[in-house]
């Protein structure tokens, strides 16, 4: 448990620097790299928690696909190497309101659901069966309905995308 | 040999049984050995693939190849990697220094780790402690080989972008659309042998297949799967027939145009680790792995089955090599047809009908017969598509001509 | 989480060992940097463009569709974990979603969404001489030098 617990500092405190890089660099490649790490670190948390298909998922989606399609818009849009100056505006206090509020928010939350629960210390890993049960067993129609969602969206994205 | 499955379903959760009584220092010291001998064979995989390589292309071209360095020339990777060593790093003035020193890094570091999870051999004891021939058994096994095919996109694409420069920036758009692509038909056909085994791990999945030869995936899952998956791994290496990301006589060098020394020398051996790594995943996912041809008779060494994995290892190297040597580079359109528009609707309608042969036969052939129809369906809409795009493009000249 | 303690050796390793070749390489290396070495490559011309400013958008488009299909495939693995027990319902449940996306991946490409090729009409070229065709302008010319006549 001291080990995990040291682990989860050094992600924690990684994810933390990497997630203020991501707003404060100047260039915008490199803020996409820093929003990299931070969610590499969920993921790293994810499987600290035992929850390791949620890990999994994370990386493959976040990581391999969409932070991919964050970096394709970003240099197909000539993204240009070294800062960009206009990166930044005065909206920059209001940005840190609303992060620290949502901080608060979320932090509240948790606190109030969990409180001091502890993960048992012999959690069982979750096993993608008990995802499967739950996705395909309990919530079925959600499941379902995620499928229109994914048409909707190729959908919209070929809309979009062939008005060249 | 290997834990078995207790119901079908449901996954054992064994794992290594060197974790079994928690983590102590000499558990520590295990991992450190087993990691430290399955980096080194890494190594000696790599410098012998590149020798493998180079000496097999020279015999089917009629030439004779590396034969200075060592025995047969088997030293002249060893001879090209010191080499590099004592060349001059260039750091080109557009580039963004950062992300360029960090894309090889980035290359590197997932295919070593995608080799952690195949399982080698049977089960050894060491120090009085039994362990598997398997670096790492986690319980998402099969997924994170596909995280970490997924990561790997990011050592082409960021080193292309940080160069500043024409050749490396499109062949790491070319690379990154490619993989991307391909990574969907991978996933596809991994997840029929998820299907007939019912477990993510690596180890269920060499057990479920060690009783004898007609259990392999390769044929149970009658042959689609693996040859779906074997023309997708092909892509996501940018090895030939798929090595539009390097293509020398557009693209210079592709990606790498500006890498120079030991830079340069990373991104090649990832390059050929991959090769080796996604070998191994074949072999693992569809020829049983470590199992020989017969029925599985427990062997208390640990050898015979590492002789097994070997020997079904040279098979896959030399057809990288063979497809190489023989097949010439698909062009663009060509290669996104194929990915798009074939493979991944047949890897999906075949996983439907593996899905639905396991119930019944005869909810088997109804799903294959609908496929079919949709097939069709599928045909017309790429005649329709095309269509649509030769109108487009037929229409923009007028335009032009008026403008 | 004992189980990635072995992945996270060979991270380690792998970092190490790529670190050290870096720092050997500085070391060993001769370090003698020119305008003309740290120049973009352009196979020796000097460089008069910046690289290429816009991309067609149908690279965009690919990753875009590929975050679909990502996360249609992730839905594919505990699905086919537990098919087992879900028999003919799982079965029912997997091909009402795949025919779902597959209705959408109809209609991409009957858009052309994934069309790369050259298109296949070109412009109807208006030849200078209709009468020049290679028959009349290639000069054929036999083994022992004499012109063969076009047939």
Known sequence: ?164 | MYSKREAVGSVTLAGDPLFGGGVDGAVVLIVLLKTGVAFAALMVSVLFMVWFERKVVSDMQNRIGPNRAGPWGTLQTLADGIKLFFKEDLLPEQADRRIFRLAPYLSIVPAFLAFAVVPLGGVITIAGRETRLQLADPPVGILFLLAMSSVAVYGVMLAGWSSGSKYPLLGSVRASAQMVSYEAALGLSMAAVVLVTGSLLTSDIVSEQSRSIVDWNLFRLGFLPFGIFLVAATAELNRPPFDLVEAEQELVGGFHTEYSSLRFALFFLAEFMSTVTMSAVMVTLFLGGPSGPGPDRGFPGAFLPVFWFLAKLMIFLFIYVWLRATLPRLRYDQLMDLGWKRLIPLSLFWLLVLAAMILDRRYGFAVFGAGILLGLLLLRAVQVGQSATDDAAGAAPAVREAG | MSEYLPILTMLVLALVFAAGSFLASALLAPRKPTAAKSAPYECGIVPDKEPAERFPVRFYLVAMIFIIFDIEIIFLYPWAVIFRQLELFGLIEMVVFALAVFVSFIYLISNGALDWGPARRTLATTSLTPGRTTDSTVRRISRTGETIEAA
């Open chain 1, 1 to 164: 448990m001291v080990a995990q617990n040291l682990i989860f500092g050094v992600i924690a405190v990684a994810m933390g620097i990497a997630a203020i890089r991501v707003v404060t660099t100047q260039n915008i490649v490199h803020a996409a790299l820093y929003l990299v790490v931070v969610l590499a670190g969920v993921a790293a948390v994810y499987i600290l928690l035992a929850a390791e298909f949620t890990a999994v998922v994370q990386i493959l989606v976040y990581v391999g696909a969409i932070l991919v399609l964050f970096l394709f818009g970003i240099m197909l849009t000539r993204a240009p190497i070294g800062r960009t100056s206009d990166l930044d505006n005065d909206q920059r206090w209001l940005a840190l309101a609303v992060s620290l509020l949502l901080l608060g928010v979320l932090a509240g939350v948790l606190a109030d659901a969990f409180d001091d629960t502890k993960l048992p210390a012999d959690a069982a890993v979750q096993r993608s069966g008990e995802v499967g049960t739950s996705i395909f067993q309990v919530y079925v129609v959600p499941f379902e309905v995620i499928s229109v969602l994914l048409l909707a969206a190729l959908v919209g994205a070929v809309v979009i995308a062939r008005r060249d």
